[in-house]
């Protein structure tokens, strides 16, 4: 199938532990994202990287630091997590230039829950 | 800055009616607008995108408009059905960045 996956699911950790959440995309995007959606539901952009390479960082803290090892994939590894981290995270990827209109795509995304 | 707002933030519809789902951006100079759905606890699914050269797009029972020009969009949801519940967010993606800005959303109920 194709479509973009992220790990894991779920992530239920303690304040100051550093975790990850992994994102793969196979539909030959060449741009990937992070996006965070609060307890509000509202979504807002973190990251984007273009080909490997950051293009977007959204006054976003320095514990999270994304890393793209190639354009497929765009990780996210959080550090010192507080309570405040607690949201969903959502992976998305799309094409820069995108004349047929086909858009962005999600995963599925990520519920963090530091306690 | 470009500002995304949605009206209103929850419907509540017997099923079978028509409804129109509201969406206003800041800024004209849009690359695209893209309607998703989100089901609770969910991912996004893609709905609808409208090129910023388009003023509409049709999807079965689904149609969404755009008028870049007073900055609005609408999603028309035709003979509305229980299964057609979810939050229904609008997102557009501005000219000179590859992004998307967020409405807050509609939550939708549409009762049997």
């Known amino acids: 199938d194709t479509a973009v996956s992220q790990t894991p699911k779920y992530l239920v950790t303690q304040m100051g532990n550093d975790k990850s959440i992994k994102c793969e995309q196979n539909?030959?995007?060449?741009?990937m994202y992070w996006y965070k959606q609060d307890s509000k539901k509202f979504l807002k952009i973190m990251f984007s990287y273009n080909n490997k390479e950051l293009i977007i960082n959204e006054t976003v803290p320095n514990r999270f630091s994304p890393k793209s090892p190639d354009k497929a994939h765009l990780n996210l590894h959080i550090n010192s997590l507080e309570l405040g981290d607690s949201a969903v995270y959502f992976c998305?990827?799309?094409?820069?230039?995108?004349?047929?209109?086909?858009?962005?795509?999600f995963g599925s995304g990520t519920r963090l829950t530091v306690v | 800055k470009q500002e995304v707002t949605q009206i209103p933030a929850a419907l509540s519809v017997p099923e079978g009616e028509n409804l129109v789902l509201n969406c206003s951006f800041t800024?004209?100079?849009?690359?695209?607008l893209q309607w998703f759905r989100q089901d609770p606890g969910k991912g996004l699914t893609s709905l609808l995108l409208?090129?910023?050269?388009?003023r509409e797009q049709t999807s079965g029972r689904l149609n969404a408009s755009l008028d870049k020009s007073s900055g609005r969009s609408t999603l028309y949801i035709a003979a509305s059905q229980p299964g057609d519940s979810a939050t229904y967010l609008c997102?557009?993606?501005?000219?000179?960045?590859?992004?998307?800005?967020f409405g807050q959303g509609t939550t939708l109920q549409v009762k049997p």
């Open positions: 409208i090129q910023s050269s388009q």
């Open positions: 997102a557009v993606r501005p000219g000179n960045t590859g992004k998307l800005i």
């Open positions: 998305a990827s799309s094409r820069e230039a995108d004349p047929e209109g086909r858009g962005y795509t």
């Open positions: 539909l030959g995007h060449d741009t």
């Open positions: 800024d004209s100079a849009i690359y695209n």
